[in-house]
């Protein structure tokens, strides 16, 4: 039977088959429609109503009634459009099938070209346009920047090298402590060469299976040769060029495979002229020997932090978009800011630019600066001390740092003297500047390292001259251990001891697993061992009895300063001096 929503109700109820048959007899119909394929009847009664009525399969009644009362009976043939609807019907199942097997094919395919691919180096390639960067925006390493524009210069005009029967480098390589500019000056290459520039991190060929990697590395090369004469940039090589055979498991795991193939491809059997490979790590002394040898890395260029003069650059280049009030110098920060690099200085003047934004200003001062310089060195500041004993404390123990140093020779120079707290625990702070001269030539004193000991060991001699031996806190705790590295490297390595111009020990440095397990004892006696714990803590004492002495005669000096410390709470140089009497760095009136 046909759905009865088709039909139409008259008087809240569909009318039944008799009477239907007795409406067409009393002549209430004006016409029939018959519908043998769906077995009704289509009643179109005078009055507009229609309704359909299901009938039986060679109905007679229907038609006998309609011929006595001579009412119109119209047979309509519908099975033409019964075969158009179920054609349409399949040919739209046809399509959802069509559509459903080409998603699951394409789904298949992709999975199948990641696996096909995986192996498959995608290396971010820069064209000169889209590098902005340039070597006179990169500051404070002007020696590096000379041997990378030579460098530019061979890509640029090969032949000079070529008459004279020289070869382009294969390798470069960029050395220098986090935050120097290395990948700045790999930036500043890309955008002064001219020709392409593929960049990519070398943690990027290491994974998961054995020869990816290496697929990886043969993948690049490959694409490089296309496009030589051209620059690859790996970033961080240490990732994968780590001395072979260094720990447990042998020399069949992935990243050593994958320094195999890198060393094939930098100078191997197959020509790879045209194509220069550039380099950066801080971890140059962990590198694989093979790796550095000439004809790989040709060419290593130190990137050390930047001397005075260098930071003054680099300051210059990141004031350039912020609006520094007048009273700022520049080369005055350059000075407060030894051993900064060039990311720390960076943030030097974004952390100040925050600060002036935070207080509502429009130009930054040197007031945000200094804050700036703080947070960067000392961490965030804290609530101040509430009670007053534990501020003294405090106060002497500072005091006792800055006056035993400003009363050393060859010891640094006292720049500011604070008791506000910071987050970490510290309660109050002497900040030095260092000695330039010292920093940029690297080359230190006997002198000057005593002097360290002696002023490191200044807060605990402050406390036991006006506290006794009893009342000192776990406040040097901190310089205590500065204290024991620095001596224990002083007799271990420098030879500044009665035990003589020996290395004990090497420079400290990070050690594989496997050289850890196989070579865990010293390379010296037990009783040179003991020797020099001996000589360690006769330097810590006599540096601790030398601060005695210096702050000694000087108990009134260091009650005035400590009482304007505690009432101003911070101490700049001039007000330092001037409080203590002295008339130049170690000096007093």
């Given at each position: 039977m046909s759905n009865p929503l088709f039909y139409q109700k008259t008087q809240g109820k569909l009318p039944s088959y008799s009477k239907v048959l007795s409406d067409i007899g009393n002549g209430e119909v004006d016409s029939l429609v018959l519908i043998p394929v769906r077995q009704e009847v289509v009643v179109n009664y005078k009055n507009g109503d229609s309704v359909r009525v299901p009938i039986l399969r060679n109905d007679q009644q229907i038609l006998r009634t309609a011929e006595a009362s001579n009412t119109p009976l119209t047979v309509k043939d519908i099975r033409g459009e019964a075969a158009i609807a179920g054609l349409a019907g399949n040919i739209g199942l046809i399509l959802i099938v069509i559509v459903g097997l080409s998603f699951l094919l394409k789904r298949s395919a992709n999975v199948a070209n990641r696996a096909m691919g995986f192996g498959r180096s995608q290396p971010r390639i820069k064209a000169q346009e889209e590098v902005p960067i340039r070597f006179e925006d990169v500051a404070g390493v002007n020696e590096a920047s000379l041997e990378l524009m030579e460098v530019v210069s061979f890509l640029r005009a090969p032949e000079r090298l070529i008459n004279l029967g020289a070869k382009v480098p294969k390798g470069v390589?960029?050395?220098?402590?986090?935050?120097?500019?290395?990948?700045?000056?790999?930036?500043?290459?890309?955008?002064?060469?001219?020709?392409?520039?593929?960049?990519?991190?070398?943690?990027?060929?290491?994974?998961?299976?054995?020869?990816?990697?290496?697929?990886?590395?043969?993948?690049?090369?490959?694409?490089?040769?296309?496009?030589?004469?051209?620059?690859?940039?790996?970033?961080?090589?240490d990732a994968v060029g780590r001395q072979r055979g260094a720990g447990i498991g042998g020399g069949n795991d992935e990243r050593e495979q994958t320094l195999n193939q890198l060393l094939t491809e930098m100078d191997g059997f197959a020509d790879n002229s045209g194509?220069?490979?550039?380099?950066?790590?801080?971890?140059?002394?962990?590198?694989?020997?093979?790796?550095?040898?000439?004809?790989?890395?040709?060419?290593?260029?130190?990137?050390?932090?930047?001397?005075?003069?260098?930071?003054?650059?680099?300051?210059?280049?990141?004031?350039?978009?912020?609006?520094?009030?007048?009273?700022?110098?520049?080369?005055?920060?350059?000075?407060?800011?030894?051993?900064?690099?060039?990311?720390?200085?960076?943030?030097?003047l974004n952390e100040a630019a925050i600060l002036t934004a935070r207080n509502h200003k429009k130009l930054?001062?040197?007031?945000?600066?200094?804050?700036?310089?703080e947070r960067i060195t000392l961490g965030l500041g804290s609530k101040p001390l509430q009670y007053e004993s534990k501020k003294r404390l405090i106060a002497y123990h500072e005091i006792g740092h800055a006056l035993v140093a400003s009363l050393t020779p060859f010891a640094d120079k006292v720049d500011k003297v604070s008791i506000v707290p910071r987050m970490g625990g510290i309660g109050g702070f002497t900040r030095f500047w260092p000695d330039e001269e010292i920093i940029d030539s690297g080359l230190v004193t006997k002198g000057y390292l005593f002097s360290k000991l002696v002023v490191a060991l200044g807060g605990r001699a402050a406390e036991i001259l006006v506290f006794g031996t009893d009342e000192v806190t776990q406040g040097a705790s901190g310089d205590l251990e500065n204290v024991s590295r620095l001596a224990r490297e002083m007799v271990t390595r420098f030879g500044f001891s009665s035990l003589g111009p020996v290395a004990l020990d090497g420079a400290g440095s990070e050690?594989?697993?496997?050289?850890?397990?196989?070579?865990?004892?010293?390379?010296?006696?037990?009783?040179?061992?003991?020797?020099?714990?001996?000589?360690?803590?006769?330097?810590?004492?006599?540096?601790?009895?030398?601060a005695l002495s210096l702050l000694g005669p000087k108990r009134e000096t260091m009650d005035r300063l400590v009482e304007a410390l505690i009432e101003e709470e911070t101490l700049n140089t001039e007000r330092f001096l001037s409080l203590a009497g002295i008339k130049d760095e170690h000096g007093i009136d």
């Amino acid at each position: 039977m046909s759905n009865p929503l088709f039909y139409q109700k008259t008087q809240g109820k569909l009318p039944s088959y008799s009477k239907v048959l007795s409406d067409i007899g009393n002549g209430e119909v004006d016409s029939l429609v018959l519908i043998p394929v769906r077995q009704e009847v289509v009643v179109n009664y005078k009055n507009g109503d229609s309704v359909r009525v299901p009938i039986l399969r060679n109905d007679q009644q229907i038609l006998r009634t309609a011929e006595a009362s001579n009412t119109p009976l119209t047979v309509k043939d519908i099975r033409g459009e019964a075969a158009i609807a179920g054609l349409a019907g399949n040919i739209g199942l046809i399509l959802i099938v069509i559509v459903g097997l080409s998603f699951l094919l394409k789904r298949s395919a992709n999975v199948a070209n990641r696996a096909m691919g995986f192996g498959r180096s995608q290396p971010r390639i820069k064209a000169q346009e889209e590098v902005p960067i340039r070597f006179e925006d990169v500051a404070g390493v002007n020696e590096a920047s000379l041997e990378l524009m030579e460098v530019v210069s061979f890509l640029r005009a090969p032949e000079r090298l070529i008459n004279l029967g020289a070869k382009v480098p294969k390798g470069v390589l960029l050395v220098g402590p986090p935050g120097t500019g290395k990948t700045l000056l790999a930036k500043a290459i890309a955008g002064e060469a001219g020709v392409p520039f593929f960049s990519l991190a070398a943690s990027e060929f290491v994974e998961l299976f054995v020869g990816v990697g290496a697929s990886r590395v043969r993948d690049l090369f490959r694409q490089a040769k296309e496009k030589a004469p051209c620059i690859i940039f790996i970033d961080e090589i240490d990732a994968v060029g780590r001395q072979r055979g260094a720990g447990i498991g042998g020399g069949n795991d992935e990243r050593e495979q994958t320094l195999n193939q890198l060393l094939t491809e930098m100078d191997g059997f197959a020509d790879n002229s045209g194509v220069i490979l550039l380099a950066a790590t801080n971890r140059a002394d962990i590198l694989d020997s093979a790796l550095m040898r000439p004809g790989r890395f040709d060419r290593r260029i130190i990137v050390s932090l930047p001397d005075r003069r260098g930071r003054y650059e680099i300051l210059s280049v990141h004031a350039r978009t912020r609006p520094l009030a007048e009273e700022v110098n520049l080369s005055d920060w350059a000075l407060r800011t030894p051993g900064f690099s060039g990311a720390e200085l960076a943030n030097l003047l974004n952390e100040a630019a925050i600060l002036t934004a935070r207080n509502h200003k429009k130009l930054i001062t040197n007031i945000e600066i200094e804050a700036a310089l703080e947070r960067i060195t000392l961490g965030l500041g804290s609530k101040p001390l509430q009670y007053e004993s534990k501020k003294r404390l405090i106060a002497y123990h500072e005091i006792g740092h800055a006056l035993v140093a400003s009363l050393t020779p060859f010891a640094d120079k006292v720049d500011k003297v604070s008791i506000v707290p910071r987050m970490g625990g510290i309660g109050g702070f002497t900040r030095f500047w260092p000695d330039e001269e010292i920093i940029d030539s690297g080359l230190v004193t006997k002198g000057y390292l005593f002097s360290k000991l002696v002023v490191a060991l200044g807060g605990r001699a402050a406390e036991i001259l006006v506290f006794g031996t009893d009342e000192v806190t776990q406040g040097a705790s901190g310089d205590l251990e500065n204290v024991s590295r620095l001596a224990r490297e002083m007799v271990t390595r420098f030879g500044f001891s009665s035990l003589g111009p020996v290395a004990l020990d090497g420079a400290g440095s990070e050690v594989f697993l496997g050289r850890d397990l196989i070579s865990t004892k010293p390379n010296y006696a037990e009783s040179t061992g003991k020797a020099i714990d001996a000589q360690v803590r006769e330097l810590a004492f006599s540096a601790l009895g030398q601060a005695l002495s210096l702050l000694g005669p000087k108990r009134e000096t260091m009650d005035r300063l400590v009482e304007a410390l505690i009432e101003e709470e911070t101490l700049n140089t001039e007000r330092f001096l001037s409080l203590a009497g002295i008339k130049d760095e170690h000096g007093i009136d």
